[in-house]
């Protein structure tokens, strides 16, 4: 049976302040994008989302993005393709260091926010981003949207893909999401999201908020912890997998 991995951005508090329910997502999941310290986390907090991964047995990965922790990583930034090369590997140094202190291994990377977006659309930092990943580590997966510059990136680098399937995010065309505060851009209604995960995995096909279906194949389904609702979210996609006849489990490593 086709197994399909469930994905999610964790560990993104900072201090005392939580943005996700972290501890009812990890035994939802089976891999996780580990915030490194820039746009969110600390030491402490990425400590104790690679425990979290540790007794729930998910997948390790880090979540690289711009150093604004006020702007959560939303907000654009100019950064040089030297300061981005450099920002990646450092952040995916600080996670390492800590899952190895707590006995796991790091075997993913992708990017957050705005600068995930940015990754999306202009090959030089894609080629940057990921050149840096490999560089870093060569034996890490990449978790992303598919047809991206990324993932075009990724692909030419040599870098396995682990294609990432937003279910409640309505796109505009395969690999480009409707921009947040545009119409049809979140979909919140739980039914809907069970019934389109069900559906996209099953048919191999992506309903376009046009209405158009396009071929498109994915490996995972990402759960965004600081939606509110998200456990409920995780539920509805975890049933929308088993309606599709389809297992949950990690990726291979």
Do not use: W
């Amino acid at each position: 049976m086709k197994t399909i991995d469930v994905n999610s951005d964790l560990g993104e508090g900072f201090g005392p302040y939580n943005i996700a329910p972290d501890e009812q997502i990890f035994p939802l999941v089976t891999s996780a994008n580990i915030a490194c310290g820039a746009h969110a986390g600390d030491p402490l907090v990425m400590a104790r989302a690679v425990g979290l991964a540790s007794e729930h047995k998910v997948r390790v990965g880090g979540h690289v993005g711009y150093p604004d922790r006020n702007g959560f990583g939303r907000r654009a930034m100019t950064m040089s393709l030297k300061e981005l090369e450099l920002e990646t590997i450092s952040q995916l140094g600080a996670l390492r260091a800590i899952a190895e202190h707590g006995g796991q291994m790091m075997t993913h990377a992708n990017f957050h926010g705005a600068l995930g977006n940015l990754s999306f659309v202009d090959a030089d930092v894609a080629r940057t981003l990921i050149l840096a990943m490999k560089s870093f580590d060569p034996e890490l997966k990449f978790i992303g949207l598919p047809h991206t510059e990324a993932a075009y990136a990724a692909e030419n680098a040599g870098i396995e893909i682990i294609r990432s399937f937003l279910a409640d995010r309505g796109y505009m065309a395969v690999g480009k999401l409707a921009p947040r505060g545009t119409e049809s851009a979140l979909i919140s209604d739980l039914e809907m999201v069970e019934l389109r995960v069900a559906q996209t995995l099953s048919s191999g096909k992506l309903r376009l908020i046009d209405g158009r279906e396009i071929p498109c194949e994915f490996d995972s389904v990402l759960v965004h912890s600081d939606t509110p609702g998200s456990v409920g979210l995780a539920h509805a996609i975890r049933a929308g997998i088993a309606t599709a006849g389809l297992a949950i489990a990690p990726y291979q490593l």
